[in-house]
């Protein structure tokens, strides 16, 4: 199983950015897949998550400026950003979960396997 990670880079606050996670070797139509973040000197984080059927959740914290989708035709999961601001500055990752027919997760141990991550740094 391999996830390749996208679309991070330097931007300005305000701005938005789609981050993609292309997964091979297991079907998006049967795995929740989620998004995570690390900032630097603080622990990882739960974004979004999208359950095996499409269902979606989003932390509380971000709902309103992020949003996650997935393309089954194209085995890839995104992470829509917007109205950027400098505390989104992270290493973002895109997991999958280790069970078939799974809920979306907010716990990075119901994943097991992982993207290599994207940076996003957001300037003010």
């Known amino acids: 199983v391999q996830l390749v990670e996208s679309g991070g880079g330097l931007v300005q606050a305000g701005a938005s950015l789609r981050l993609s996670c292309t997964v091979s070797g297991r079907t998006l139509g049967l795995f929740a897949t989620g998004w995570f973040r690390q900032a630097p000197g603080k622990e990882r984080e739960w974004v979004a998550s999208i359950s095996w059927t499409g269902i979606v959740s989003t932390a509380d914290s971000l709902k309103g400026r992020c949003t996650i989708s997935r393309d089954t035709d194209k085995n890839t999961v995104y992470l829509q950003m917007n109205s950027l601001k400098p505390e989104d500055t992270a290493d973002y990752y895109c997991?999958?979960?280790?069970?078939?027919?799974?809920?979306?997760?907010?716990?990075?141990?119901?994943?097991?396997?992982w993207g290599q991550g994207t940076r996003v740094t957001v300037s003010s």
């Open positions: 997991a999958i979960h280790s069970r078939r027919f799974s809920s979306g997760s907010d716990r990075a141990d119901d994943h097991d396997n």
